[in-house]
């Protein structure tokens, strides 16, 4: 029997993975309806829930190619909005005016940059993300996350979204990593745990909701706090501390 390969690379989603996404988007959205009294009325939740559907539905359609990314967030606030009495021609500015809300609000998710502090010594750390790539450089900057990652690997980049089984062989080819040395964080069940799957990638489901887990054997974490216990889940090795050499 063959010694199991020892872990060379961490591969991690950005979006509500490391980047608290849901959370700047609540904030954001908060913060656009408080400026505008059409808006002051309507159910938050309700509000930040049909923000989400079509966020989903329009982003899937922006890979596609369908949409350039001004048209999808004018679309989607367009649809958003509409209900409210804000129509076609005010939607542009409502939609651009939030957007720079959400720029300035961003934050990661907790324990995020402790936990690549960590990785870093020990491990090789990249980023497999549905996105472009100029907006999620920017976003790793803002999260003081760029110089912790050795690979941002875009859908944009690639040209197919996860999980395409392309994006993952890019980004193992630009760590220089072999599938079964690499492991893959991402709340995305589909995308991430299916899409690392499908490679030979072991991964690890950040399931932050309590949503049933479709296979048993995959490993799950509800956050990325406490870094001990966390560390070991991606590593299978006992966290020593910051500093500490990895045996």
Known sequence: ???????????????????????????????????????????????????????????????AGRYTYEEARQLRFERLLGPYGVGAVEAPAVAQAHYGRYQQLRRPLPGALALLEALKPHY??????????????????HL????????LVTSEDVGVPKPDPRIFQAALARLGARPAEAVLVGDNWTADV???LGVGIRPVWLNRT?????????????????LPAVWQTITGRTYAGVGAPVG
């Not at 980023?127 to 472009?132: F, L, M, P, Q, S």
């Not at 003081?144 to 690979?151: F, Q, S």
Request: charge should be negative; charged fraction near 20%.
């Open 1 to 63: 029997m063959f010694p199991p390969v020892p872990l060379t690379t961490v591969l991690f989603d950005l979006d509500d993975t490391l980047f608290d996404h849901i959370g700047t988007a609540r904030a954001a959205l908060a913060a656009t309806a408080a400026a505008d009294a059409r808006l002051q009325a309507a159910d938050p939740e309700a509000l930040y829930q049909h923000y989400s559907e079509l966020l989903e539905e329009i982003h899937a359609q922006l890979l």
């Open 124 to 141: 090789r750390i990249g980023i497999v993300t549905n996105n472009r790539t100029v907006e999620q450089v920017d976003k790793l900057r």
């Open 144 to 151: 003081g996350m760029e110089p912790l990652v050795d690979a």
């Open 210 to 226: 309590g949503a049933p887990r479709p296979l048993a054997h995959v490993q799950e974490l509800t956050g990325l706090v406490p």
């Open 194 to 196: 299916l899409g690392a």
